[in-house]
């Protein structure tokens, strides 16, 4: 199977502007996970995806959103770009199929986006 | 709060030697633990999961460990190699479909 698949993998862009990532998880996979990664916070979670349904969103503020479509694949958005949010942003699919079941997450190689 | 604290930023380790990591979490009741490595400009890749009613679990070099009591998880790589040199991420599963990662830990093993 191919693995999950990230879209741009580089973008700079410039305060003030919008940014859409795009994220394709592994086939099967219908649970899609988004977190963003710089040096001084770590691996962040952004908000989670299950069947085109936002099940849980992280502490960030709104400019940071996403959505998921019916072949499961992620794209998520953020408007009015701040110099902080130069990161890794990460995209992670999981064959999850039910709150108890086996989570392992599968992730992307990120698309790394610098806001100048 | 709620908190995740792995133990230090770096380990510096001899090849053949046995890594230790560790994974401490406060406020939280996680239904299973997992760790993942990291390389550098990749995405992290898993490693091993275990349960709250595991104690243990191996695969390969690597043992993982889990006490709720005490609220940490261990991580072993026995017979370390460069190769295992990575940074190593503990993760916890929360519920409500969300995962919480600790800062990471460095590993460098020389030869």
């Known amino acids: 199977k191919a693995g999950v698949t990230q879209t741009p993998r580089y973008l700079i862009k410039t305060r003030g502007q919008q940014v859409t990532l795009s994220c394709s998880p592994i086939?099967?996979?219908?649970?899609v996970s988004w977190y963003q990664q710089t040096p001084g916070q770590g691996l962040q979670f952004l908000f989670e995806?299950?069947?085109?349904?936002?099940?849980n969103k992280g502490n960030f503020p709104g400019r940071f959103s996403g959505r998921q479509f019916s072949n499961s694949r992620s794209e998520m958005n953020v408007s009015t770009l701040e110099l902080g949010d130069s990161a890794l942003y990460l995209c992670?699919?999981?064959?999850?199929?039910?709150?108890?079941?086996?989570?392992?997450?599968?992730f992307g190689p990120g698309t790394r986006l610098t806001v100048l | 709060s709620q908190k995740i604290e792995q133990n230090s930023e770096a380990l510096n380790i001899q090849e053949g030697k046995t890594a230790t990591l560790t994974c401490n979490y406060t406020?939280?009741?996680?239904?299973?633990l997992q760790w993942y490595r990291q390389d550098p400009g990749r995405g992290p890749v898993f490693l091993l999961l275990i349960r709250e009613n595991e104690k243990e679990k191996r695969k390969e070099r690597l043992k993982v460990t889990f006490d709720t009591t005490l609220k940490q998880s261990l991580f072993h790589i026995t017979a370390s190699q460069p190769a295992d040199s990575a940074t190593y991420l503990c993760a916890l599963h929360t519920g409500g479909f969300k995962t919480i990662f600790g800062a990471g830990t460095r590993l460098f093993v020389k030869a």
């Open positions: 406020n939280y009741s996680p239904a299973y």
């Open positions: 086939s099967g996979h219908r649970s």
């Open positions: 992670a699919s999981s064959p999850q199929k039910g709150q108890g079941a086996h989570n392992e997450q599968f």
């Open positions: 995806y299950f069947s085109e349904t936002q099940r």
